[in-house]
């Protein structure tokens, strides 16, 4: 019953962890089960039936040439979809078992649970602090100015910026550089506590330097967090995703470790996208 | 005789288009290249350089020929017409002016001498008029055809036509906001000018903070308090309580429906709300006017009658009994539903342009719509829509014939919305309406209150765009 209630959270200790102790995971236990997932945009199909396990503690990545619906199925695992109205998913995906697509689940709920960072970093026009607070406040996370500013730091010290920005938490967050920005919006999401982060191309607007930022903390961040990334470079998939999904016109085409997949992949078509022979 | 020969010219002018084209291709046809400029750029050419230094004179002509006539007639004033008195002298010029050009003449009869007089400047001004409008008929043609030659020679493959027209093109734009702001300046110097003679006879010191506003009495210099009262504090304090509780009507209403447009409304729903929306804002405000005056005065008249009557001998109880139709409130409350339309489409345009990526980032965090909508989206639109509330509150503040109709016309300092009370701007229009001499105080009143709305509301607007702009920046 998890998906349908406020999501319990003890600042100090938690932040990250799993909140049930029975419901510990590892890199083996898939945090998603999707089945036969189809979308529509109106009447046009943007997937046609995908099936696959995304599992716990390790980052999967979604690779495929553009508009095959990566970011389309993306959106699926926390109903992102719904803002959009015209579209339409049918078909199953669990989360830790539960349907998310039942009628009974609180997407406000489930969106707590499964943060999502995405291409153009876009703090709110607020302060750093006030950004990262933002979650914890509507969720009533925190009691006291104490346990925010912790929450507000542990935060913003898992996504590696608690140093470049301790000192100023109170200027605006839209001021920072847009690797600073990407990472802030990180500390956001990881604010609330989520046992799920989907990056949607999350290095696309950055520069090398940030890029290799980014990377190293979505590495630490495997070690709490299911992470699902998006990515248009076959390299940054390579570099950090163990296991690889790649997506072609709507259908997902080959998943598995992402070695697998970049030095043996079973299908034609993976093996001409990356080698670079459409795209 | 003046608008046939423009006509002429125009005709000229397309003709010179038509053959500047055509020679342009056949001078390119014959060098068997490819010109410079596309043959239509050398028609242009021809055909700007046929017109434009023509159609200067002929407009010279029309503002200024009068006036030089005039100054040479009157140059020299006969014997006889200068023993009269000066009132006299200028209907004399007047009428010689409407004999030469047909129009009203005075029913004053010249005999003897003036007679010889009128007719002798009559018969110059006859001339002077030919000569002026004559030359002028002849300096049109010649530089229209004068233009069109020089245009013509200049034609070759090789001349850059469409660089000329370019230069042609930036002249005009530049001439037309010249126009703009001159007329701009034009006003707001007389304003300065007439202002400055009424504060001549009232000290602006008395004006601003003066709190007894009856410039009635002015008129008569043989009454008691011939100086009148030209204290515009309760003016001011009027225009100000109609326009709080305008705003308060507006605002919310605006703003309100605003976001349910831009956030909630289904395409269907948007579809119906804005075009409805758009008739409010359409509605000629002497309609809101009357609607004031008919049916919300009224009915809040007697709503708040109705209310006294619950505390008969209380002090409360007798004055709301005696409430009349015209009260601030009316004029605010129609005045507040004049504005909706106003600050819900501004509003609407600058909560729209709120990216979407914030709304998504704030939903995907797992707030709700109306979170997001409170805490995201209207703080990053709030100094816009600080803007558009300025904006408004200037337009409350420049509206007149709803409070003309509604408000009632004493000037009282009071903030009670059940009082009578009277604008500026209301002020302006019963200062002007009906016969009145240009020099009197009372008049001139108008410029004074005229100049102060003026500095009031353009610092409004200056305010208003600083702050939009900045908000714009924001997301550039
Ligand atoms: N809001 C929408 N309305 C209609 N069609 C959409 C919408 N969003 C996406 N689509 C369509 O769905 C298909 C998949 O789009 P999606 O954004 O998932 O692709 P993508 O794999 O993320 O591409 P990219 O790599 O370019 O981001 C495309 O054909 C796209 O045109
Ligand atoms: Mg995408």
Redesign the pocket.
Known sequence: MKLYTRPLYAPDTSIGKPRDPSMTTSATTPKFVARDVKVY??D?P?LHGIDIDILDKSVTAFI??????????LRCLNRMNDT?P??RVEGTILLDGEDLNDRKVDPVVLRARVGMVFQKPNPFPKTIYENVAYGPKIHGLATSKEEMDHIVESSLKKASLWNEVSDRLHQQGTGLSGGQQQRLVIARAIAVGPEVILM??PCSALDPIATAKIEELIDELRQQFCIVI?T?SMAQAARVSQKTAF?HL?NLVEVGNTEDIFTNPKDQRTQDYITGRFG | MTGYLFLALIVFSVASFMFGRSLARRKAASQGVRGHSLPAFSGWFVAIWSFIPAALILFVLVVFGGRVENTIVQADVPAAVQQLPELNQGLFFQDVRATVNGGMASTTVYDGELKAAFDHKVAQAKSVDNTITLGAYALTLILALAGAAFAYSRLSPQFRARNSVERWVSAFLVACSVVAILTTLGIILSLLWESLRFFQSVSPLDFLFGTHWSPQIAMRADQVGSSGGFGAVPLFVGTFLIMIIAMCVAAPVGLYSAIYLSEYASPFMRAWIKPVLEILAGVPTVVYGFFAALVVGPSFREFFNWLGAFMPGTPMGEYLMNVQNQMALVAGVVMGIMLIPFVSSLSDDIINSVPQSLRDGSLAMGATRSETIKKVVLPAALPGISGAMLLAVSRAVGETMIVTMAAGLQAKATLNPLDTVTTVTVQIVTLLTGDQEFDSPKTLAAFGLGLTLFAVTLALNLIAQRIVQKYQEQYD
């Open positions: 945009y109106g046009k943007a495929g040439p553009s508009g095959c619906g990566k970011s389309t199925f959009i015209s579209a949607d191309e998006v248009h997506f709507g």
